[in-house]
Nanobody, 114 residues
Framework: VQLQASGGGLVQAGGSLRLSCAASGSIFSIKFMGWYRQAPGKQRELVAFITPSPTTNYADSVKGRFTISRDNTKNTMYLQMNSLKPEDTAVYYC?????????WGKGTQVTVSS
């Protein structure tokens, strides 16, 4: 499974961005997809994930502001981020997992200025 994330950038506090993650390869085996982020000096944390059902789950820090979705026809996952805060600044990574492995895409930088 190969993942390609895009959509990061610089935005002012209160603004919005949409991240995309295009999947290719053995995507039929994927059980979940998600977004993680890692801020400087901090550990990588789960932001949101989505299952094939689809079931979604969010970190408390982004509930009500971020929305994860997927378009199976395009093999793409999205993260709509609204009401962005400076503390959302991080490198965002998309990930996908099957029963044996977790796959990671290269990160995309999101910077929120105050």
């Amino acid at each position: 499974v190969q993942l390609q994330a895009s959509g990061g950038g610089l935005v002012q506090a209160g603004g919005s961005l949409r991240l995309s993650c295009a999947a290719s390869g053995s995507i039929f085996s994927i059980k979940f997809m998600g977004w993680y982020r890692q801020a400087p000096g901090k550990q990588r944390e789960l932001v949101a994930f989505i299952t094939p059902s689809p079931t979604t789950n969010y970190a408390d820090s982004v509930k009500g502001r971020f929305t994860i979705s997927r378009d199976n026809t395009k093999n793409t996952m999205y993260l709509q981020m609204n009401s962005l805060k400076p503390e959302d600044t991080a490198v965002y990574y998309c990930a996908a997992g099957d029963i044996s492995s977790t796959y990671w895409g290269k990160g995309t930088q999101v910077t929120v200025s105050s």
